[in-house]
């Protein structure tokens, strides 16, 4: 037989509970929270569109020395094998075929990401989805390292993509929560 204090143990729990004051946020507070996000967004989004914008730049200042330097950047991070990369006007980008594919996901994950997702969200969503995103790249690895395919660069900018779309999608939470963070403390030591 239960007691009255389970009784009113269980009665309780079924009452829905506010928040605790800790956690209320403000209209005003809400509204410009929603407002710093939107301004991070754009900065990501800027951002990796100069990214991108370099790695396409660097085969069309063929022999300047801003040209040498972006290929020697980008070499730090890519294998810029010839074979693997995209070509333009005749020379090869700035990085191989898959990073490409990467970047060029990310740029169109930020880019949709307010179309699916509230901007100023920074709950992440699982990690699942990210390890998931990870199956084709590594399907079209394994396949070319075992030799039962070659892949392709078409094969290679897709799966790279799919892994650049699905990281804007941890990459634009957590960039809003760290400057909501940052903005958060310089205002408290104000």
């Known amino acids: 037989m239960r007691s009255l204090r389970d009784a009113k143990k ?28 939107i301004r991070v967004w754009l900065i990501t989004a800027a951002v990796v569109l100069v990214w991108l914008a370099a790695i396409v730049a660097a085969p069309l200042l063929p022999q300047s020395n801003l040209s040498a330097s972006i290929y020697t950047f980008f070499s ?3 294998h810029q094998i010839g074979e693997r990369s995209l070509h333009l006007a005749g020379h090869q980008l700035a990085v191989c075929s898959r990073c490409f594919g990467v970047y060029f996901g990310l740029l169109a994950g930020i880019l949709i990401y307010p179309l699916w997702r509230p901007i100023a969200e920074i709950e992440p969503i699982p990690r699942f989805w990210l ?7 590594t399907i079209d690895w394994s396949l070319t390292i075992s030799g039962i395919w070659e892949n392709t660069h078409l094969s290679r900018f897709v799966t790279g993509m799919i892994l ?4 804007a999608t941890y990459i634009v939470p957590a960039v809003v929560e760290i400057v909501r963070n940052l903005s958060s403390r310089r205002i408290k030591h104000s």
């Open 10 to 37: 269980d009665f309780l729990a079924l009452i829905p509970m506010a928040e605790p004051a800790a956690n209320y946020a403000s209209l005003d507070l809400q509204k410009r929270f929603h407002a710093q996000a």
């Open 131 to 137: 390890f998931v995103s990870l199956i084709p790249i």
């Open 164 to 167: 650049g779309a699905t990281c």
């Open 76 to 78: 730090y991070i890519c």
